[in-house]
């Protein structure tokens, strides 16, 4: 996540600064570093904020993973988005195995969450 999808999706959630910095228990400091550029936004902040925004949307548009991607029996069982149930946050769950490999790390997943119409989804203006 960089500074401007960071800015972009606090707006998007109706907080300012202050709330944001509330919100993913950091400082306020921390924001404003975030959207200066200043520092990276860390994994888990880039997560709660994709999970926050993917909440926004109505609950009759979200579809699981495996129905939009059309998932075979055998790739369903081996996956924990379909184990645990939550297919319409399977980018927030490690060890998916969209592309047929499991990402070691979440910079690596987000590789290819980000061509995801799954993942587009939550992050839509």
């Known amino acids: 996540m960089d500074s ?5 999706l606090r707006k998007k959630l109706g907080k300012n600064q202050r709330q944001m910095a509330q919100l ?3 400082s306020l400091k921390a924001v404003h570093s975030y959207e200066q550029g ?3 936004v860390p994994p888990a902040v880039a997560r ?4 926050l925004a993917f909440r926004l949307r109505p609950v009759d548009d979200r579809r699981p993973c495996w129905d939009v991607m059309g998932c ?3 790739r369903k069982a081996n996956c924990p988005a379909w184990e645990f149930r939550c297919g319409e946050i399977c980018w927030f769950v490690n060890g998916t195995h969209c592309d ?3 990402r070691k790390t979440w910079d690596d997943k987000m590789l290819i969450c980000r061509d995801c119409e799954m993942f587009a989804a939550c992050v839509s203006n």
Not at 48 to 51: E, K
């Open 24 to 26: 993913l228990a950091v």
């Open 38 to 40: 200043w520092r990276t």
């Open 48 to 51: 709660q904020m994709y999970f």
């Open 72 to 74: 075979s029996e055998e």
């Open 100 to 102: 047929g490999t499991v």
């Open 4 to 8: 401007q999808e960071f800015k972009r």
